[in-house]
Structures are given as structure tokens and as C-alpha cells.
């Protein structure tokens, strides 16, 4: 194969993969990618529909004080979802902060997922039980640990594929490049999943990168790169598919850009007026994966009312056990803060829980 | 004399140091239009235009550096680690370049700047956004750390630091941005840069504190006063340079010693000030020096972060543990003199 | 008993774990079929494969990560930084995630791997390949430090690294690469993990040293032997956790402290050491702990650093001020007591 | 322009940029890149020829113990020449620990370019006075430094350009990454010059980059990238000088990958033998940049044996003034280690100063 042929096969699409159009119409001619099954796009339905109803309680936990802090992915719905769906039960995921919604996609029990955000511990899951690596705040960080640990699952025979999430502006970080680099040189079977939603905080994307797109930062590495409408949960699912079966098949990494919005501020916290205009957001509620893609199964033929009726009824039931649960306190024990620092607490470990203990002890009796 | 809060007094600072020179240069992550996560660069750039004030894109190791090439350059970077753990992907740049540059170059390249890292807990953040970092830069060679502890200290210390000729590492104790406080930024505050201040003068003993440290011990000795007990309360406000004369003669008059820090203990800054403290009041010293620090545990989740940050009992359980009375145990040298 | 150098008994310490574990793996900058630059990891790839001990592309953040990430999918990864400042980039994955995993998880996640660091100089080594740089991590809760003085240490610590549950930071002194000792690898070392060992036993004082300092010190005693002045010496070995009931058992019968250290004094672990003792042995102590350290200055180029490692000389010239003779100043006392 | 445009004019060519056959014959037809004027090539070919005899002289004198160490660049000339030949006076140069050559070629003195090597003190030239920032050991970070100064230049209104060295191993860590970033976001005049030697220290390109080449890495970053036949002195030449006109005319950074390689051991402490066969060196002598130039510059008459001559006369000359400078022990005094730390000594520093006196004059007296 020539080079020139090479490079053309690790280079995006220079138009991002859609196969619906923001009206919920299906793109005429569909792209390459093979279409998911009608089957999965219902489920997708639904489950955007319960994650979005779980992200809008979440938010209105942070009033309530429930909530130390929360970061909303609205508008980051298809790819929340798609990104979940795209792995099977036994292929890890590498989430960051604003991953929650995927992690309920991915069935992981929502108080545990907000049990960071509550402020009860640090991670509430079991990592390993889920297949979910911690949620992820250092920035990139956690894209050469997916690298590692799809070393391992190769090493050990296992099919299993890992996907890192990442954000548009964690891509600036030197270990998303390392990552990156090591992935391509040991051929680890990993996804790179760039949810670009077009600010890091309040830096936007024009200032974070001068790239054609960000998908183009893979043929530097030899990694196979694409483009995709981030809103469009048809196009996400598919390359995303198509990715995991490249790496799953023992093709090495693929590099996965989805164009799309943060529709909330960065965090409950922060104060998005200061650097967006309300235009630009309403600019973007037109392009609203969720109505996007019922539009889109409505005109199939695939869902009908009762369907969306079912999915918001779930979607509520979610929403009121979660609210139920939120709203009793935590069990905390101070004394579990020397628990799991080693597996066997050092002697001044030891020495400073029996501090904390007597502390504990005098303010009780 | 004007009540304001340490976050409005950095920003002061900051204004006044780009109004009064040219040289200097004010970025990082969020500190433009968004004005910091902290809002401690509030209206910078919109006063001081893009050049002056600007986001870079999300590396910290690009941060700094950045910083370093534009300080070689003749401007006076003054850069923002929007928190303590996120400063660590700069480590690289700050320990081998920020650090040692002057001295890789017989001083012919300087390097005039300031890293601020807002740090240490008692915000109820999540983990990573908590840490005391101040010892790993205090153990780095070339390079000067300092922690305000009041509005007027933040402003004129943040001055100074602007102002040196030498990297400074600016540690902002997020938990006091909000506090405030009578200032008078008009005159300039008595101690100079590398100077301690004495908080509260006492008898009995002394707390030696700085940063998140420093109210701590204050409200320590205000309830030790209630027992009769007089504690004086030494504010370091540098670290690097230390200043031995303040702490060592306070202790010197008051015979006993703790130690405030909020970091985790183990090879932290308060290990340094007991093991000065010891080298050169030891005759002084009717008691061990001891310290009140954070536990060596990662920093705890919000809800559990106060019984890990040291409290005022924690400081006068310590204060009691101060031999106060006793006779010193001399056996030990009646064994060696026989 | 056979002689082997501290360079060999490391070799040698992997090979076996490598053999003894196949879930170990050894990788990081040319530690393949270079073996390393100091050859510690020579003739692994050959012997045990590419898949078991390989060469990375050349990212300091990047193979500590992929260690992390490889140890969450349970290997056991012993990784190689080719020198102390080289491990600088990875400060932010030690920090931030190799020091708190498993306390993030509650346990269910942990990380056994091990971060060899050849640190310290007395080597002629140019800048960035001398720095001593255990406090950083030693001042990290989470991670275990560990740093051997003898070829017999390095095998048995290291294999103790590699089977502990937990990431152990392991700080190998460069400039013992390559003294020889007499070793019985086959029989376990007497001392186990975490504690210390005393290397010369003494009754007018105790030094306290790890790594390269451990031969200065003794060298010391040596000396001070033939002055009739008798020091007992002991080998922290495990920085963390640390060794109170050796070190506060050795200095509460001595009576007097000194602690070498090679690195920066400013904040390190002998700062740490000297706090501890005086906290413990307060009443026992006839004179301050004094300490032996670096300047705090940038590790000096080649032909100057003679003049910064701490020496027999600067070790001796701290015991002659431990007031040997002297009574201990009471005057204050008194003036307190009446 | 379209963005299929865009991402042509950042890829570069499939092939390296070649002016000059391996046999010393012109490429026919000549690359797009105007050819140097002929004066720069002479000049370019005294300056190699002085550079190697520099090389081997510093070589040898870590045999006689006279340097701690010493990183060869033979082999590498073309480039080591080309890159200072490139820059104007007031261009600032960010060298690694590999570039004496190019500094001595820059006009240093060659003395004060070993005295971190010969271990008297750490950088012994006057950065500022030469716009030589200090070697750089810690890979890849001076390529952010260089950032930094570009944008220093551009604000204080010079028309300076800034051009960072670095190797293929360097590529690989995470500032990198950052610099190429910084300097497409702010548009920095700094030209990235990469010499892909082929080896890390032991570590061959193959697995450290799977890139096409590196040169790919630029479009990722929207940088402008280039690949040049490093043995080549014209096409390096040619290729860098266009680069620092982009950059300076306000075209934005500049990523220019030169292949070349290595002919002697990572340093004189190396055994190459280890990880690379001599036949491997024996084929890149035939590449010999030096002789290649030689060939050409004679075939095209306007170098004859009296040029020849000239120039290995100065190197000589240059070769044996250093040989009696660096016999002589430098003069150092270690009170000098307090002196730099800051502008003012610390208290602490006087202190220590102090100690270390008195022990200096005990030992005299
Ligand atoms: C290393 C590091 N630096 C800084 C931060 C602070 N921070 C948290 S989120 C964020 C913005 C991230 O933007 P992006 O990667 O686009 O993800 P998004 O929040 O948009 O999902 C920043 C700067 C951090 N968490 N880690
Ligand atoms: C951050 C860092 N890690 C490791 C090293 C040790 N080291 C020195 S040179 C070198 C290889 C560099 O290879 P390359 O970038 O190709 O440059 P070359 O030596 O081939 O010119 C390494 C690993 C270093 N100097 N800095
Ligand atoms: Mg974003
Ligand atoms: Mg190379």
C-alpha cells in the first residue's frame, strides 16, 4: 500500500458522519458506515430519554444541597448513550466528570454514580464488578490508563475493547498525546471517544485548537480517525461501532471526534453568560439529538406514541427513586478515611486513626 | 480602611500590577472572559485587553513553560493553576526550568514569575481540588513559595511577588478568598517579603501557622485565652525564604512550640519548622515541638474533610500536651553524668 | 555467601520476580535490549521476551500511566525512569492517581506496581540525572517509599516491592550501583519491609541515614571510633512507612541524634526524621538532632558537587556540636519555674 | 478555501524533499522549494566540515577525560548546519543536548558550548548576548520555551523568529504536544525542527512512532508541516529557510521533519552494539551529508580542491585551539553555588554559604 494510501485510510471524513439531518430526516445518500440495527436505535431512544430525565435531577439536586456540585451533559445525549451502547457488557470504559448519563446508560446504579458528587466518597461503583474505570477529573489522564488496561485485557486473550472518554479541551493535555502515541505503536485495541462540545469551561473551541478538526490529530500517530454529528445518535452509534469492531478485531486504535453542545453551563457553579450568548445556545436546541432521532423513528414507522410515552414513564420512575434515595443522608464513617490508603495501614496510620477515634469517642459520651 | 475579601484583594493586586507595568502578563485556564473559576481575574482582560490578560488552551505544562520562554523574553508572566492537583502536569517545567534556570545561566537569564495555585481544602470540593502542595515547591531549590493569610497580605505579598525578580510560587488558601478583612492597601503593610508577622503575642507558647493554618491558630489562642492560657500566634507569610529570626525568638521567650499546617504531616513544611525550631531554641524548649497537620491520607470527600482539617480542639489538645508544670525529665543525663 | 554489586542484586531481584510471577512486567526507556542504561534491567528481554519486559515510546506520563492502567487489569508492572527528573513528567499520574487509587475505590481497585527511580548523585552526572527527589514522594499519602544501601537490601526490598499490594515508589542510589557486598540471597534479609536496620551499634550517638548516605555515616563512625567516640548507625530502608520504634529506641539510649541526608535540607525527610525524634525522645535528648544535607541549591554541576554531598567531615563536625560533656541549659527552666 | 484545501496545504509532501542524490548528482526535476543561493551551500560546506572536526575532537576528548560526556552528531551535519544557517542574528535558537555542532556553526565559542559537558558549570554561554537558549536536557520541554519566546518577540514588535530543536524520541512526551498546540493557537513564529535520527538512545523509530511519518503530526495542530532529507545540506537548507519565512512573514508556527541518522553511539558512555548492526551504520555512510555536498558543489565548479582545502584547514585550526583550551583545568570556585539560586540570597543561603567558607578555609589554612 502506498503511503499516500495510508494516509488517506487513518484521515477523517471532511465532513462529519450524519445519517440524520437535524429535521429528523434521514440524509440522502447515507454515509459508508453500515446503518444500527432498528433495534438498538429504539433503545438508544430510550435511554436517552431516561438519561436526560436523570441529568435535569441531578441539576435540581445541586439546588436542593444534594449535590456538592453536578456537570450536566444535556445536548451530549447521543453521545452519552451511543457510547455505551457501541461496548458489550465485558469491554471497559474510561468516563470522565461528565459522563454520568453514560454510566446510567450503562446500568451502573445512579446514587452510586453521584456518590462522587454528593461528596459521600470519592468513587461509588465497583470499577471492576461494572467494568467502569473511576470518573475521571485530571484531564486526559485517564485515556493512557484505557491504554493500559486494554494492554492487559490483549494480554490475557480477552476480546474485550476499551473506550475512553475525553472532552474537547482534555485534548490539549500531553498524556491524551502519549496515549495516543502508545496506543498506536503497541496497537492496544482502545477507542478515543472526543465528545467536542465546543468549550472547556469557558474556553471555546476556537481557542483551544487550530485544527481542520480535532479528528485530524490522529494520522499524526498512525491512528484510524473519524468525524461524526455528535447529535445524531444514528451517525455516533454506527463509527462508533465501526470503531470498536476495528480495535476488537485487532486493527489498534481508533480516534472518534463527535461534533456537539454543551447545552448547560460547565457545572450548577458556573455562570455560562459570561462567555456564550443565548443565541448560541437556542442555535443549538434545534439540533436536539432526543427530538432528533423521535422525529426519525416516528417517520420509520419504528415508535409511536405509547413508545414514547413508555420510555418517559421510565424515565420517571428513574427520576423518583433516585430523589427518593438522594434525599436521606449518607452513612459516612470518618474512621474508613484510614481504611484504604495501603491494604495494611502503616504503623502511623494506625496511629493517627486512634487519634480520630478518641476524638470521636470524647465527642459521643 | 476598607473591608474586602482576600479574592478581590488578589485581584486588586493584579490590576495595579498591569496598570503600573507593562512587562506583566496575566494567563491560564479560564482567567479571561470567565475571570477564573475563583473570579480572582475579574475584569482583567476586559480592562486590560486579550494581550494582557488571556486563556490558553488546557495544558499546564504549556502554562508554565509558555511562561517561562516569554519570561526569557523580558515580560513578567504571572500564571494561574486553576487548582493544587492540576498544577502537577506543570511539575516537569517548575522543577527543572522555573527553578533553576538563573542558576543553569550564571543569572544571565532571570526568570520574573509567579505561579498562583489556589490550594488546600475546607470548600467542600471533590477530590483533586483539595491538595497541599506547598511543601513539594518548598523542597524545590530557586524557587520562593508564599501564602497570604489575610486581604492585606494577599495584596502586597502578590505585589512583591510580581515584583521580584525570581520565580514565585503564589499558594492562595482557597478556604480564605472569601474572608474579609480591614485593609489599608494605600500604605504599604509593616512586614516586608520574607518577613513573619506576629499575629497575637502570648506567654505560654507559640503557634507557628501560615496559610489556612494561620485563623486556626488564631481562634486556638483566642480560646486558650479563656483558659489563661497565653498563646502567640506567628504567621510565616513565606516560606521560602524563611524567616528563623521571628519564629526562633518568639519561641525562645515562650519555651514550648506547635506546629499548624493543614497538609498531610509526614515530610511536610511543619517537619521543617519543628526540626528548625528544635535546632536552635533547644535549650529554650521546655517541650517537644509539636505539630497539628492534616492526616497522611489522600484528602478526604466533602463530607468527611472536617475530621481530617486541623481544628482549634486539635491545637489546644496539643497546647496541653505541652508539659505545661512539669519538671523536664533530666534522669537520663543523671545516668550519662554518672 | 557471594559478592555482587547493588546493580547485579537488582537484576537479579527482577529476574527472579519476573520467573517467580508471570504477571509482572518490566518496561520504560530502553530498559529492553539496551538493559537499561545502567544495565539493571540487562539480558530481561532476552531471557523472559518482548511481551514480558519491552522498551515504550519515550513519555515519562505515559508509562507510569500505562502501568496504572496495567495494573487495574492485574499485572504486577515495574516500571524504569531513567533518571530522577526524568520522573518529573509522570508527577501528576504518581500523584493523582498511582498514590490514591485504591483509596478512590474503597479498595477495589488496587495498584501493585513499582516505580524504580536511580536518584542522588556522587556520579559526575550532568544536571536533571542527580536530583534527590524522595521527599516528593515520600510527602505523598498513598504511596510507599523505599530506598536499599546494600546489594542484600536491593534484592530483598525490591522483591518486597513487587509482591506488595500497594505502588511502592523505589528510590535506587546511583552511586551504589555499582559497591559490592557480601550478600546470602538465598536466605530472607533479617529485617523486614518497613523496618530499619541498625548498621553499626554505638552508645554516644545515633546517625540516621538511608540510602546514600548509609555509607557516609558509617564511614563516620568509623572515624569517630578512632576518636573514642562511639556512634551507633541506623538504615531508615523504608522511608515509608516509617521505622519510629528503631530509630526512638536507638536515639532514647544514645541520647544524641544526627540525621544524613543527601538531598536539599529544606522540607526533606530528614526534616521528618529530626521532628519525629525530638517529638519522641524530647526527655531523652542531651542536645538538638542536628542534620547533615544538601545545600539548597540546584544539584551542583560535576566538578563542584563535592563541595555539596554531605561528608564524613560535615557528619563529624555535627557530632562535635552535640555538647558531649556539656549540662543541658536549665536556666531557662528555672527562670520559668520560679 | 475548503477544509479538503486547508488539510493539503498542512500535509507534506509523501516524499521527503531531496535536492541532491545520494551520489552527489541533482534531482531532476528539482523540488518546488527555490533553491539557496550558492553562497549560503559553500558556506553551509565549510561550516560542516568545521562542525565534524568539532565533533571528533569533543569525541576524543572525553577519551582523555576532559568531557564528563559527549552526544555525537555526526551524521547529522546537514541539519546541525542548515538550522543556524536558516536563522537571521536576532532569530533565537532553542538547542537540545544533541546541537553543539550547530551552536559552534552559530559562531559560539566552542569552549563555553562544552562547559556542561567538561562539568565546570551548567550553560556556559551568554544566552541572551547569542539568542542560544541553554541546551536543554529534559526532552521536549524547550519546544513550549521557544512558544513562549516567539510570542515575547511578537509582542515587543521584532520580526524575530524562534526555532526549536528536537528529536524523534522527544516527539513522543506530552510538551510536545502542548508547544505544537500553543504555537497554532497563538499563531507563534517558531519554526519546530525535528531530527529524526532514527534512535532514541536505544530505541528505533519503529516503536516509537507509528506515524507515517512525523511530519504528519502537524496537520492535527493546524501547523504547516514539511519532510526533508536530513543528509541532504540543500534541500534542509531550502525547506527551513522557507519555514522561518512563513513564520516570519505571520504565517504561524512551521513542523519540519528532517530524516537523518545517527552514525556514532546516543553518547561516548553508549554501546550501540546492543540494540543496532554495523551494516545498518555501514549503508548510512554512503549518505554521508558532507561528502554528498562535496560531490555537488564540485560538480557544479564552484567548489575545487583549494576549497576543500581551506575549510579542513580551519577546522584544524578550530580543532587544535580547543584541544590546548580544554587541557587547561577550568577555574572554579563552589561559593559560586550560592550566587545564582536568586537575585538576593536567602538567609538560609548565606548561612549555608557561610559553612561551606569556613570549611574551604580550614581546609587551606
Ligand atoms: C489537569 C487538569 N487541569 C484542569 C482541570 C480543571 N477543569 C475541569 S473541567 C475543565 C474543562 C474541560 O473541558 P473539556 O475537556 O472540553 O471537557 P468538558 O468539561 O467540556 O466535558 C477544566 C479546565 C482538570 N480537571 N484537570
Ligand atoms: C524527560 C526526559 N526523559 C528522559 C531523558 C533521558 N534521555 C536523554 S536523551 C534520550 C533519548 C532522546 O532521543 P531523541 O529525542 O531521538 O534525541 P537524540 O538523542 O536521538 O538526538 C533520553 C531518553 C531525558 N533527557 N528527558
Ligand atoms: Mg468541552
Ligand atoms: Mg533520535
Sequence with gaps: ?365 | MTVISMAQALNLALRDALRDDERVLVFGEDVGPLGGVFRITDGLTKEFGEERCFDTPLAESGIVGLAVGMAMGGFRPVVEMQFDAFAYPAFEQIASHVAKTRNRTRGRLSLPMVIRIPYAGGIGGVEHHCDSSEAYYAHTPGLKVVTPATPDDAYWLLRDAVADPDPVVFMEPKRLYWAKDETSLGERHAAGFGRAAIRRQGRDATLVAYGPGVPVALQAAEAAAREGVSLEVVDLRTIVPFDDETVVSSVRRTGRCVVVQEAQGFAGVGAEIAARVQERCFHSLAAPVLRVTGFDIPYPPPKLEHSHLPDVDRVLDAVDRLQFGDEPDVLHLAREAS
Design chain 1, 1 to 365: 500500500m502506498s503511503l499516500a494510501q495510508v494516509v488517506d485510510g487513518l484521515l477523517p471524513a471532511p465532513v462529519p458522519v450524519r445519517f440524520v439531518a437535524e429535521d429528523g430526516t434521514p440524509v440522502d445518500p447515507p454515509p459508508a458506515y453500515p446503518a444500527p440495527p432498528d433495534g438498538h436505535l429504539l433503545e438508544g431512544y430510550r435511554r436517552m430519554v431516561v438519561g436526560r430525565r436523570f441529568d435535569r435531577q441531578a441539576t435540581a439536586l445541586t439546588k436542593q444541597g444534594r449535590l456538592a456540585v453536578y456537570p450536566s451533559s444535556r445536548g451530549q445525549d447521543a453521545c452519552q448513550v451511543a457510547g455505551v451502547l457501541a461496548l458489550r457488557e465485558d469491554d471497559w470504559l474510561f468516563p470522565t466528570y461528565r459522563d454520568c448519563v453514560a454510566l446510567v446508560a450503562r446500568g451502573l446504579d445512579p446514587v452510586e454514580v453521584l456518590t462522587l458528587l454528593r461528596g459521600d466518597w470519592h468513587c461509588g461503583y465497583d470499577p471492576v464488578a461494572t467494568r467502569v474505570a473511576p470518573q475521571c477529573t485530571p484531564l486526559a489522564t485517564q485515556t493512557i490508563h484505557a491504554v493500559g488496561m486494554a494492554e492487559a485485557l490483549r494480554r490475557k486473550g480477552e476480546d474485550a475493547v476499551v473506550m475512553a472518554f475525553i472532552g474537547d479541551g482534555g485534548t490539549s493535555e500531553g498524556d491524551f498525546h502519549e496515549a495516543l502515541n502508545y496506543a498506536a505503536v503497541l496497537r492496544s485495541p482502545v477507542v478515543f471517544f472526543v465528545q467536542n462540545n465546543k468549550y472547556a469551561i469557558s474556553v471555546p473551541l476556537a481557542r483551544q485548537s487550530a485544527a481542520p478538526a480535532l479528528a485530524y490529530k490522529g494520522v499524526g500517530y498512525g491512528v484510524r480517525s473519524e468525524q461524526v454529528d455528535g447529535n445524531d445518535l444514528v451517525a455516533v452509534l454506527s463509527v462508533l461501532t465501526a470503531a470498536v469492531r476495528h480495535a476488537r478485531e485487532g486493527g489498534g486504535p481508533f480516534l472518534v471526534e463527535a461534533h456537539t453542545y454543551r447545552m448547560d453551563p460547565h457545572t450548577n457553579a458556573d455562570d455560562a453568560a459570561r462567555y456564550r450568548d443565548s443565541e448560541e445556545v437556542e442555535r443549538w436546541e434545534a439540533a436536539d439529538p432526543i427530538a432528533r432521532l423521535e422525529t426519525y423513528l416516528r417517520g420509520r414507522g419504528l415508535l409511536d406514541a405509547d413508545g414514547v410515552a413508555a420510555a418517559h414513564r421510565a424515565a420517571e420512575e428513574l427520576a423518583a427513586g433516585l430523589r427518593d434515595r438522594m434525599n436521606a443522608d449518607p452513612r459516612t464513617d470518618p474512621l474508613e478515611l484510614f481504611d484504604h490508603v495501603f491494604a495494611e495501614p502503616t504503623p502511623q496510620l494506625r496511629e493517627q486513626r486512634a487519634l480520630l477515634a478518641s476524638e470521636l469517642n470524647a465527642a459521643e459520651g
